[in-house]
């Protein structure tokens, strides 16, 4: 009886808990398809496709989501390529600092970036760096990168070290190791890095409305906010529909990311056995 009482009220927490998140998907979804879309959740009377007409355009749709793959896809490919040189050493040589190193990386996975884009902004203002997408890149990139030196680092544990000293036998260097043993072993980690910065920079709001100013270049994380209109007016059927368009891409990525993380772990148990 007490197992039986305890997995009924474990139910009943775990129902209310996925019911706080099936009732906004639920809004989500019903109001994308009601011209008439309020805050409440109900079902359309007649159900359109308007809203998504409405913002399948250039200019609501079109550019901004070009923009967030422009600096989602650089912050990805920085972090992937500065993680793999910074991985690479503390994987390989073994040093009474790495611990130390590997901990100072750790720490700054808590510094909010709150917190230092007075600073970042004042910097950006004196290099004249404000509004430049490039340099946007690079900020972004320095916020994930140190989960990304983590992961790799873990990626890379796991290639067996007896393969590079068989190269440097036939007198490969160090990077031409790295780049034709070791980098073609852990491919599906480089992979999960990737996209794992790609959705984090992604749903990125903060940064993109500090450092860009002009709206072509703004991303659609921030682009979405011009739903939200003056004196409490909201299109809530547009915002909708345009949240729904805005995430697709990232629940295709989460997809990938998933059936890639069982796979490196399977990498990672094969070689390690």
Wanted: hydrophobic residues 55%.
């Amino acid at each position: 009886m007490r197992r039986s009482r305890a997995k009924l009220g474990a139910d009943i927490a775990l129902a209310l808990i996925g019911l706080c998140f099936v009732v906004p998907l639920l809004w989500l979804l019903l109001a994308a398809v009601d011209p008439q879309a309020g805050y409440q959740t109900k079902v359309p009377s007649t159900p359109s496709m308007i809203n998504f007409a409405a913002v399948m355009t250039p200019e609501l749709l079109g550019r901004p989501l070009l923009n967030s793959l422009v600096l989602s896809t650089g912050t990805a490919l920085v972090n992937v390529l500065v993680a793999v040189l910074a991985a690479y050493p503390l994987s390989r040589y073994q040093s009474r600092f790495n611990k130390p190193f590997m901990y100072t990386v750790l720490f700054g996975t808590s510094l909010p970036v709150t917190a230092i884009m007075v600073p970042v902004y004042g910097l950006f203002v004196q290099l004249q760096l404000l509004d430049s997408m490039a340099a946007t890149v690079f900020f972004m990139a320095t916020t994930t990168l140190p989960m990304a030196i983590w992961m790799a680092k873990s990626f890379m544990d796991a290639v067996p070290l007896e393969l590079e000293e068989a190269a440097w036998m036939d007198g490969a260097s160090g990077m031409v190791t790295l780049r034709t043993v070791v980098l073609p072993l852990m491919r599906q980690g480089l992979a999960v890095v990737f996209i794992f910065v790609f959705i984090q920079a992604w749903g990125n709001f903060f940064v993109p409305f500090i450092l860009l100013l002009s709206t072509g270049k703004q991303p659609a994380a921030v682009s979405i906010f011009g739903f939200f209109g003056q004196h409490g007016a909201i299109a809530y059927g547009q915002l909708a529909a345009f949240s729904i368009l805005y995430s697709i891409p990232v629940l295709v990525l989460y997809a990938v990311v998933s059936r890639g993380m069982g796979n490196s772990f399977a990498l990672s148990g094969a070689m390690k056995g």
